[in-house]
């Protein structure tokens, strides 16, 4: 059985021979638990460092700042109330996830963690009328935020506050990784719906083809909400599992195409795609970040006619568009 | 609710303008005006089997280009699948330079014969090929064809003539090589996919 997120297998590139004799018959590891207590704080080093010269480098600088304050948050959180065991169990039992994000009945400790997030952002040196946004958004109901929040995880844009939405999702991450490390992976069976996430049932941000000792070269898809990575073949919709006339695009930067870290995996059968992040060609990728200031990738491929299948919650898009 | 979905998954230029990062006070103009700049490129991966030997390992092959239209498609990268039980992603040195192997300036790629006496190869058709194949196998077997061994049995063998057949073969063509060989009388063959 595979380890914890934190197993030092999985920070190593070399397996010692003996190892190899031993795992013969190894299974791959299905379920990636995130890291606790690196998980947020990676992805706003790896936002930082893409910030840099970046078209959007103000807007993933903010984004930095929220992951720093939303690891802040998880290291100050003790593990939150988790679903009764006969629920879960319950769960395990019909093949559904087992901290679903649809009908999990919220703790209130998710909206002090969200009052926190928000009173540490305000602290920061931030231009007024983001901080003015932020502090009215701290100024509202529980009510509103229950309320606000069951329309984010059920992908509502109906009178959802678009602004904000990151915001709440942060919020709503802190609580959902926590929950899900405190489960442990063996919590976690596989889903008989291979494109959800086998935690809390929200789809993928991205996919990453991995690497390491014991995932290199699987590909998983990264959950949106409680960035726990579950496997998927590689050349297969991630949408519809459709393996027919699966194609690639990236973006043309004049280097051959197999050097290209990140691509659109597009399905015709489906017509969406989902990015894939090559982690041998970059190691130091994230799939939050990496897909958020891939956005050019997303601006030219949905050009096509072609919607994307993942959800960033760090960029929530309003009904603005045509529908 | 699935137009709800819908608009949550679209993401485009005109789209930005109400995302949350516009509503947050960014501005997405830098980043709207550098998508113009660039353009597509479109990729394949293939999944097949290595043709060496008779491991059979998994390979996903990378090529350029665009099946549906006329441009020539290009095989830029080949590496072990991942995902395959047999190999799991691992590929022997042999199999690691296959890329190497497909684009080899002394791959053959038609049938080439070389005359006795000859040293130079010669280009011919597959009709052509295969007949003198066909005749030169014909006349061996005439020649050496053995119905009964020394004690009068019947044993209808062929020990002259031998063939080896490809790795890659899928079951049915293992199986197709088999009864075609066998109903010659022949003995010495093998075919790479036995396993």
Redesign the interface.
Same mark, same amino acid.
């Given at each position: 059985m595979s380890g914890t997120a934190s197993d030092p297998r999985s920070e190593r590139l070399l397996l010692e021979p003996e190892e190899i004799l031993a795992r013969q018959a190894y299974e791959?590891p299905r379920v990636r638990l995130p890291a606790r207590g690196s998980l947020f704080a990676g992805r706003a080093a790896r936002l930082r460092r893409l910030a840099q010269g970046h078209?959007?480098a103000?807007?993933l600088g903010?984004v930095a700042a929220v992951a720093e304050a939303q690891q802040a948050c998880l290291l100050a959180l003790s593990d939150p109330p988790l679903p009764p065991a006969e629920k879960q169990e319950q769960n395990r039992e019909f093949g559904m996830p087992v901290l679903n994000a649809l009908t999990l009945h919220r703790d209130p400790v998710w909206r002090a963690i969200l009052r926190d997030l928000l009173a540490r952002l305000v602290q920061l040196d931030l231009?007024a009328?983001?901080k003015a946004?932020l502090e009215r958004f701290a100024g509202q109901s529980d009510d509103y935020f229950e309320a606000q929040a069951s329309k984010l995880l059920?992908?509502?844009?109906?009178g959802l506050n %678009?602004? +904000?939405?990151?915001l709440l999702a942060a919020a709503l991450q802190v609580y959902w990784v926590a929950m899900a490390t405190a489960l442990g992976e063996e919590a976690f069976p596989q889903l008989p719906i291979p494109n959800v996430c086998p935690c809390c049932g929200t789809r993928p941000t991205a996919s990453v083809?991995r690497i390491g000792a014991a995932e290199?070269?699987?590909?998983y898809l990264h959950c949106a909400l409680c960035a726990t990575e579950w496997h998927m %073949?590689? +050349?297969k919709c991630a949408n519809c599992e459709s393996t027919k006339d699966?194609?690639?695009?990236?973006?043309?930067?004049g280097r051959?195409?197999?050097e290209?870290a990140i691509?659109a995996e597009c399905c015709d059968a489906c017509n969406?795609y989902l990015k894939v992040l090559y982690m041998e060609r970059d190691a130091e990728m994230e799939a939050c970040a990496d897909d958020l200031a891939s956005?050019?990738l997303?601006?030219?491929?949905?050009?096509?006619g072609r919607?994307?299948?993942?959800?960033n919650y760090?960029?929530?898009?309003?009904?603005?568009?045509t529908? | 609710m699935d137009i709800n979905r819908r608009q949550f998954f679209r993401t485009c230029t005109a789209g930005l303008g109400g995302s949350s990062l516009v509503m947050l006070g960014f501005s997405p103009l830098a980043a709207q005006a550098e998508t113009r700049q660039f353009k597509l490129a479109r990729t394949t991966e293939t999944r097949n089997t290595c043709p060496y030997c008779s491991v059979g390992c998994g390979i996903i092959m990378h090529s350029l280009g665009d099946k549906a239209k006329n441009a020539t498609s290009e095989i830029i990268h080949i590496e072990g699948d991942p995902d395959h039980p047999v190999n799991r992603g691992t590929l022997c040195p042999k199999g690691a330079g296959l890329l190497d192997f497909v684009k080899s300036p002394s791959r053959v790629k038609f049938p080439e014969v070389r005359e006795a006496g000859s040293n130079e190869w010669k280009r011919i058709s597959w009709d052509e090929a295969l007949d003198r194949v066909a005749k030169h196998m014909k006349a061996d077997r005439d020649a050496n064809f053995m119905a009964k061994n020394a004690k009068g049995d019947t044993v209808n063998r062929w020990t002259t003539t031998g063939m080896l057949a490809a790795s890659a073969s899928s079951n049915e063509s293992g199986y197709l090589t088999g009864k075609v060989m066998r109903s010659l009388g022949m003995l010495v063959f093998d075919n790479q996919a036995r396993v």
């Open positions: 791959i078209t959007l103000d807007y903010f231009p009328e983001l946004t059920a992908s509502n844009l109906q %678009v602004a +904000v939405a990151p083809a290199a070269g699987y590909r %073949v590689r +050349v699966i194609y690639y695009q990236s973006i043309d930067d051959p195409g197999r290209h691509k969406t956005i050019t997303d601006v030219l491929v949905s050009e096509t919607p994307g299948s993942g959800v760090m960029l929530v898009q309003g009904n603005s568009g529908p | -």
